[in-house]
């Protein structure tokens, strides 16, 4: 089984700064992963050429089934605000995504308030920014595999120190209460050490993935429930591509029974 997680960017290059399909497919249709956490997900968004990044990485995959959960309406950086029930589908949207090559058995979307004042960010064309918080959400499916049930959640944590770490035990809560083995991909906005204090979940994998053209730091996790990792074999591998777009690498890991 391949896990695998990966800031999509909105499916932008750091080399020319554009948006193409074509592009984000072949990034993703490398990964050959069975289950992919994505973050930064546009969708209907007129900067990402109106695509909907969460089924173009689904038919990257050849999976079977994948979900786009909305944290906001609008566009981050313009005009925003929180998703709610009553959003047009039509309307720019802008969260996360999960894509599986298993049947899922049952989905759970659960919200990750926004800090609730405006924290300072190095903006690399503006400088240092004060900027509003961004609610979050984790969204996770029970998946129906080979070896059984397996529940996998996704995630992208807010810059905010402190807020990041509440909404990460949240994260964890919620994902306790659905069936074991249990594992968390995003990008947590926090070094591998914190999140392991924090949550005392095992890291399936150390790599740096952020900057990526010369990564530095790991903001990018695939972890592991400890009190039922040993289901889910082994790690033999673990892979960092350096991918057409985004400012993050990919995580990849390869577990084996």
Do not use: C
């Not at 249709?29 to 109106?50: I, K």
């Not at 989905?107 to 004060?130: E, F, I, K, N």
């Not at 204090?197 to 990564?215: E, I, Q, V």
């Amino acid at each position: 089984m391949r896990l695998a997680t990966f800031n999509l960017l909105h499916g932008r290059s750091l080399s020319d700064g554009t948006v193409h399909a074509d592009r984000i497919h072949a990034a993703i249709a490398d990964l050959d992963a069975d289950v992919l956490g994505l973050q930064e997900v546009d969708r209907a968004q007129p900067r990402s050429g109106l695509l909907d990044l969460a089924a173009l990485a689904a038919d990257a995959l050849g999976a079977t089934t994948h979900r786009f959960a909305a944290a906001v309406v609008g566009t981050p950086g313009e005009r925003w605000e929180p998703w709610h029930s009553g959003a047009d589908i039509a309307h720019p949207q802008y969260g996360i995504a999960l894509v599986s090559r298993y049947p899922v058995v049952r989905w759970q979307v659960t919200s990750l308030p926004a800090a609730p004042v405006r924290s300072p960010v190095y903006v690399p064309d503006g400088g240092l920014l004060l900027l509003r918080d961004e609610p979050r959400v984790l969204l996770a499916a029970v998946l129906d595999t080979p070896d059984g049930p397996l529940t996998v959640g996704t995630t992208h944590l807010s810059f905010v120190p402190g807020w990041n770490v509440r909404q990460l035990r949240a994260a964890v809560r919620a994902l306790r209460a659905l069936p074991g083995p249990r594992v968390l991909l995003g990008d947590l906005n926090m070094p591998s050490g914190p999140v392991r204090a924090f949550t005392g979940w095992r890291s399936l994998a150390r790599a740096a993935t952020f900057p990526s053209p010369s990564p530095k730091t790991q903001l990018d996790h695939v972890l592991a429930d400890p009190r039922s990792a040993g289901h889910l074999g082994r790690v033999v591998q673990v892979r960092t591509p350096h991918a057409p777009v985004s400012d993050h690498r990919p995580l990849v890991v390869r577990l084996d029974r």
